[in-house]
């Protein structure tokens, strides 16, 4: 019996090795199909095929060359579709972004890029607005100082009417100095007015 037992026993832990056995086998076998896909994915990202979004991306960045101010993955001429492709042409050799503009820029002149670089005649381009705003800015504030000034002119001198009033000129007292002329002036207005009542 303890024999019997004892094949028993061996052949459960023939079994339980079986099993595990077979486990591991086919947790490999998955571990390399998936390898196996994921390689294969990887490389057919790397054919070298450019797709409409890259060339895209690099086109977004020229203008047209016979629409004005358009860009070029928008544009649905001849022109621009050939442009398209020869950036395509350029992305499959393998040239980077700023090599292609840089194509461009030397074929076409720098306004075919929607950023033109910044130096030699196109520097004014950058620098001229602000420069235009900062003198803009310090002749308004000029004129804004010209202005208080003479409004403060105005208002320090008297503004005596020359419409007659109700108070005859020999009984009221001549202003010495525009602040008194204004007050006098104030005066004789609300005067009026009572008097109209």
């Not at 076409?108 to 929607?114: H, I, P, Q, R, T």
Request: hydrophobic share 40%; aromatic share 8%.
């Amino acid at each position: 019996m303890k024999e019997r037992l004892r094949m028993m026993d061996d052949g459960f832990t023939d079994y339980r090795l079986r099993i595990t056995d077979y486990g591991l086998r086919i947790t490999i076998y998955g571990l390399l199909l998936m390898l196996l896909f994921f390689t294969a994915g990887i490389a057919a990202a790397q054919t070298g095929e450019v797709t409409d979004d890259e060339v895209n991306a690099v086109a977004k960045d020229l203008f047209c060359p016979v629409c004005e101010s358009t860009p070029l993955d928008v544009c649905p001429t001849k022109a621009c579709a050939d442009w398209r492709e020869l950036i395509r042409t350029q992305l499959a050799a393998g040239k980077t972004r700023a090599e292609i503009h840089d194509y461009f820029a030397r074929q076409y002149g720098d306004g075919v890029l929607a950023d033109p670089p910044k130096r030699g005649f196109s520097l004014i381009l950058w620098v001229l607005p602000v420069v235009g705003v900062v003198i803009g800015g310090v002749l308004f504030g000029r004129y804004v100082r010209h202005l208080r000034r003479e409004g403060e002119v105005v208002t320090a001198t008297a503004v005596i009417p020359t419409t007659p009033s109700p108070v005859s000129p020999a009984s009221a007292p001549q202003p010495t100095t525009p602040l008194e002329a204004s007050s006098d002036y104030v005066s004789r207005v609300e005067e009026e007015l009572l008097a109209r009542k």
